[in-house]
């Protein structure tokens, strides 16, 4: 009986520290020049998980404490690369690059009618 309580308090400590373990990483995701917030960016980290921007430029999410490579992608914006580590640095402002289009070529075209 006692060896089964003893089991039983070491197996709810246990998930109770691995709980404890993780840790809420935040930030926003801003425009490298304007400095403006970029809504529903995404941010994907080397274990798999990943987490998307709010309307406001804004995430949170929850990890385990380690170093993690980062990228950062939004529609329009260059991807952003770096190294993470969660144990050191929880929050962070993160900023991307407008991807520049040039255009080769105008043709413009008329009608007489």
Request: aromatic share 12%; glycine share 6%.
């Amino acid at each position: 009986m006692i060896r089964r309580f003893i089991f039983l308090l070491i197996f709810f400590f246990s998930i109770g520290a691995s709980n404890a373990q993780s840790v809420n990483v935040s930030g926003i995701v801003k425009d490298s020049t304007s400095g403006n917030a970029i809504p529903f960016a995404t941010l994907n980290f080397s274990n798999g998980n990943h987490c998307v921007c709010d309307s406001s430029g804004k995430f949170s999410c929850d990890l385990q404490p380690a170093k993690y490579m980062v990228e950062v992608t939004a529609p329009g914006y260059k991807t952003n690369r770096f190294y993470w580590n969660t144990s050191i640095e929880n929050s962070k402002v993160i900023y991307l690059k407008s991807a520049e289009r040039k255009l080769s070529e105008v043709k413009i075209l008329g009608r007489k009618n």
